[in-house]
């Protein structure tokens, strides 16, 4: 959890310039909440004002310890779980093949978002998990070039959640002890700074 607390404070210091250009971003909305025997793990996805939602548009979280289904799912997407997630073109996220990624994957009409500013909302999407400990981890997301000589062209990212990938027990603590009430606090604390941004890593178009 050390360098859980070490990624999230260093996240906090990021640029908020550096999420410009993002594909699909998936943001964790708030703490896990208690269901039944599990926990849900809601997100908030979006996407750049200057791409579009096509068929094969989609955004994979990695290493999602504990996973035990899916809930709500945004209309049009379709939710897959594996051990080798679905990866966006030219990316290299850090991925465990033996732990479970997520994936969801749009299959619907076109959905151009071009002239709006900043991101727009896609919705919520709802995975449950066996725990309640959140961990940083990586992402990818694929989506379309809505305008510019390159248009339809295909846009790959790879990144980290600011507020966590989510994680039901660290990879390094298979027993999932959850961190001592400070250092929570002083995670959740790192990770307001930033609230809803991201790091972005790459950023690469994929001829169509």
Do not use: C, H
Request: charged letters at 10%; zero cysteines; aromatic letters at 10%.
């Amino acid at each position: 959890m050390i360098k859980t607390l070490i990624s999230a404070l260093a996240l906090a210091g990021a640029s908020l310039s550096s999420i410009a250009g993002a594909s699909i971003t998936p943001v964790l909305i708030g703490s896990p909440v208690a269901t039944g025997s599990d926990f849900a793990y809601n997100y908030s996805a979006t996407l750049a004002s200057d791409q579009a939602l096509r068929t094969g548009a989609f955004f994979t979280l990695y290493d999602f310890v504990g996973f035990t289904g899916f809930g709500s799912v945004v209309s049009n997407f379709t939710a897959t779980a594996q051990n080798v997630g679905v990866t966006a073109p030219k990316t290299l996220p850090d991925d465990s093949t033996s732990i479970v990624n997520v994936t969801f994957t749009y299959n619907g009409p076109d959905v151009n978002y071009n002239g709006a500013l900043g991101e727009r909302e896609i919705g919520t999407f709802t995975v449950f998990g066996s725990g309640s400990t959140v961990v940083l981890g990586d992402f990818t997301s694929f989506a379309f070039l809505n305008n510019g000589p390159t248009k339809g062209s295909g846009v790959s990212t790879v990144g980290n959640n600011a507020v966590g990938v989510a994680g039901f027990e660290d990879a390094g603590n298979p027993n999932g002890i959850v961190p001592e009430p400070a250092t929570w606090g002083m995670m959740l604390a790192g990770m307001g700074l930033v609230g809803g941004a991201m790091r972005r890593r790459n950023r690469q178009v994929v001829a169509a």
